[in-house]
């Protein structure tokens, strides 16, 4: 069974661009997260999603970064426009019910020149 | 506040040798404490899961033991290989009314060299 998909693997855009990161959760798993994670740190949680409906986006910086999983399968997040601090790996990871173990994607690495 | 703290922050040891990570937290109210081995260039993927009354967990070569009392966990890895080069995270989950809130540590990177 393929593990968690995310697309695409590196995206190296200049400040003030749009960009935009897909993720295919593992088939069945109904909770899907979006973290942010700096090098030498761990993930940070930007938003967290029960089927379609976003339950957590407190810390999703709402005036640049947005986000959406319809119909409860895949989803995308988006930056607009994004700017030098926004370089980091961007993780999808997926559970079948939050609070059950989460399983990672590889991550976009996202460079803002 | 809800928080997680691993160390050492870094760590280099020869192929063959032991060594432990350590991870302390505030969090409450617990649900459970996860270990993550994440290699470099990859999502992290979870060795072991322990809940409150468990004190030891072994996955192969990989023990991790909790002391709920004290809020503080331990990962031991024992004859260490090449391959187990890579950041290990402590991950702590808090019951918060019907769903589960996850706070990541920062990880312990972890070299072994040869």
């Known amino acids: 069974e393929a593990g968690v998909v995310q697309s695409p693997r590196y995206k190296i855009i200049e400040k003030k661009q749009p960009v935009a990161f897909w993720c295919n959760p593992i088939s069945g798993h109904n909770t899907l997260y979006w973290y942010l994670q700096n090098l030498g740190q761990g993930p940070e949680l930007l938003i967290r999603?029960?089927?379609?409906?976003?339950?957590?986006d407190s810390q999703l910086p709402k005036d640049r970064f947005s986000a959406e999983r319809l119909k409860g399968v895949d989803s995308t997040l988006k930056i607009q426009p994004a700017e030098l601090g926004d370089s980091a790996v961007y993780l999808c990871?997926?559970?079948?019910?939050?609070?059950?173990?989460?399983?990672f994607g590889p991550g976009t690495r996202l460079t803002v020149l | 506040k809800n928080q997680v703290e691993q160390s050492p922050q870094s760590l280099i040891i020869l192929e063959g040798k032991n060594c432990t990570l350590q991870c302390n937290y505030t969090v409450s109210p617990f649900s459970n404490l996860r270990w993550y081995k994440q290699d470099t260039g990859r999502g992290p993927v979870s060795l072991t899961i322990m809940t409150f009354s468990e004190n030891t967990k072994s996955n192969g070569r990989y023990t991790a033991t909790l002391d709920a009392d004290t809020k503080q966990s331990s990962l031991h890895i024992t004859a260490s290989q090449l391959s187990d080069s890579a950041s290990y995270i402590c991950?702590?989950?808090?019951?918060?009314?019907?769903?589960?809130?996850?706070?990541f540590g920062p990880g312990t990177s972890l070299s072994v060299i040869p």
């Open positions: 991950v702590v989950s808090a019951k918060i009314s019907s769903y589960d809130k996850v706070i």
């Open positions: 990871a997926s559970s079948i019910t939050s609070g059950n173990e989460q399983f």
């Open positions: 999603y029960e089927n379609e409906e976003a339950v957590d």
